[in-house]
């Protein structure tokens, strides 16, 4: 991949933007140390991030033989150097035989269910330049925050389509987004949805204790690839510039007191294979540690954006998709796994009956456009999407195609006393 494949035209910069824009992508000298620390950012132990990386750093797949694979797929328990083979390229031909490993370790831990929400994106202003991005600060996009009685009304429109769990989005800005803007979202999100989940920049740990007294459940953050390198040369400003506070974000949160915390590589932007791996034992060394918390893991891929239609995931095909995911699925039997709408239908509607324990559904990716999308009529003051998704189902038709697959799906699971 080109080091700048992903760079987005922004004729409509000021110049001193544009120049700032051009030196970022040109002058490595430029920019901040990305492994380190912000002000006011809180550091923890780097002892989980070092063993990750350690371990990421030496996996090399190509070791890995028919043999291995094969002793994987024997063994009952999946050990750490068993999922380095199942990613591996000698486990291409096994797909069919990790795909029946995988629906049995599902059936076993989940049965037949599958678990339905929704998104909501309640601001795309951001401050951080990530090139693949397209709610990134160069790019020219609408931008949008929504208001108290904004977000009542999205909220209601998807409480009404049936949904019970919502995932609350924001851009990466403090400045327009601050912590108790999203703290009054989750407030209000309690009188709509039994569970309610965020997708937003990192914070402290007494940040994630307010965000959950506040009515949060969990929180999801992609670390969009474990290659630190690779990340210095993708995230060029802002916050999320900073790789080690980013990597600990799903261990404040629990230290904050949420109940669950999901982890994702966005693949694509680098190996594939080791950002896979490193998002499962990111995984697997936190559950060791904090055994009490909920875990899950996503699994999207590169999609387009507003002003680069070019951007696509690297070397990374359904087929390769579905190998990561079975893997996953052998080596974290317990975890729930989620299958974004940025995949197709074909694929999410297979991949559930395997290894996938959780879908979207009635999605929109932009702000303050769920109205015009159930009604059909066009929003001009909507914000801009983040990506372009693949698959657009309606919660009804969800709900329709997973009970005619012989799925149960389950709207939530968890009640409050």
């Known amino acids: 991949m080109a080091e700048n494949q992903f760079f987005i035209d922004s004729a409509r910069l000021s110049e001193k933007a544009l120049n700032k824009k051009h030196r970022l992508e040109q002058d490595p000298s430029s920019r901040t140390n990305h492994m380190e620390y912000m002000p006011g950012?809180?550091?923890?132990?780097?002892?989980?991030?070092?063993?990750?990386?350690?371990?990421?750093?030496?996996?090399?797949?190509?070791?890995?033989?028919?043999?291995?694979?094969?002793?994987?797929?024997?063994?009952?328990?999946?050990?750490?150097?068993?999922?380095?083979?199942?990613?591996?390229?000698?486990?291409?031909?096994?797909?069919?035989?990790?795909?029946?490993?995988?629906?049995?370790?599902?059936?076993?831990?989940?049965?037949?269910?599958?678990?339905?929400?929704?998104?909501?994106?309640?601001?795309?202003?951001?401050?951080?330049?990530?090139?693949?991005?397209?709610?990134?600060?160069?790019?020219?996009?609408?931008?949008?925050?929504?208001?108290?009685?904004?977000?009542?009304?999205?909220?209601?429109?998807?409480?009404?389509?049936?949904?019970?769990?919502?995932?609350?989005?924001?851009?990466?800005?403090r400045g327009q987004s601050d912590v108790k803007y999203i703290g009054e979202a989750c407030k209000l999100a309690r009188d709509y949805f039994r569970n309610v989940g965020l997708e937003i920049y990192p914070v402290n740990t007494d940040e994630y204790r307010y965000l959950h007294e506040c009515g949060a459940d969990y929180v999801t953050v992609f670390q969009e690839t474990y290659d630190a390198d690779k990340y210095e040369t993708l995230h060029l400003m802002g916050h999320k510039r900073v790789f080690p506070y980013r990597f600990e974000?799903?261990?404040?949160?629990?230290?904050?007191?949420?109940?669950?915390?999901?982890?994702?590589?966005?693949?694509?932007?680098?190996?594939?294979?080791?950002?896979?791996?490193?998002?499962?034992?990111?995984?697997?060394?936190?559950?060791?540690?904090?055994p009490h918390a909920e875990y899950s893991l996503s699994c999207p891929r590169l999609r387009p954006i507003i002003n680069n239609d070019k951007i696509n995931p690297l070397d990374v095909h359904e087929k390769e998709l579905c190998q990561v995911l079975c893997a996953y699925r052998i080596f974290l039997p317990y975890v729930g796994i989620t299958v974004s709408s940025r995949e197709q239908k074909h694929f999410r509607d297979g991949i559930v009956k395997i290894a996938a324990t959780k879908v979207s559904a009635g999605v929109s990716t932009g702000i303050g456009d769920h109205e015009s999308k159930y009604t059909g009529k066009e929003d001009e003051e909507a914000g801009d999407e983040q990506f372009e998704i693949s698959d657009g189902r309606s919660f009804d038709q969800m709900y329709t195609d997973m009970t005619g697959e012989g799925l149960q799906p389950v709207l939530n699971d968890y009640v409050y006393v």
């Open 41 to 173: 950012m809180e550091q923890i132990s780097p002892e989980i991030r070092e063993r990750v990386l350690a371990e990421m750093e030496a996996y090399d797949a190509a070791q890995y033989t028919d043999a291995d694979v094969r002793r994987a797929l024997q063994h009952e328990t999946c050990s750490v150097e068993d999922f380095k083979a199942l990613l591996s390229p000698a486990a291409a031909p096994y797909l069919e035989e990790m795909a029946v490993r995988a629906k049995e370790e599902t059936g076993k831990h989940f049965g037949n269910t599958v678990y339905l929400f929704t998104p909501l994106y309640i601001a795309n202003y951001c401050e951080n330049y990530c090139i693949y991005c397209g709610f990134n600060c160069y790019n020219d996009i609408v931008r949008k925050k929504l208001s108290v009685e904004e977000i009542k009304k999205e909220m209601q429109v998807i409480a009404d389509s049936g949904i019970e769990e919502i995932l609350i989005l924001t851009g990466e800005s």
């Open 249 to 290: 974000a799903q261990e404040r949160a629990i230290l904050g007191g949420m109940r669950g915390v999901g982890f994702s590589a966005l693949l694509g932007l680098a190996d594939f294979r080791k950002d896979a791996l490193a998002t499962a034992l990111h995984v697997y060394y936190l559950q060791r540690k904090y």
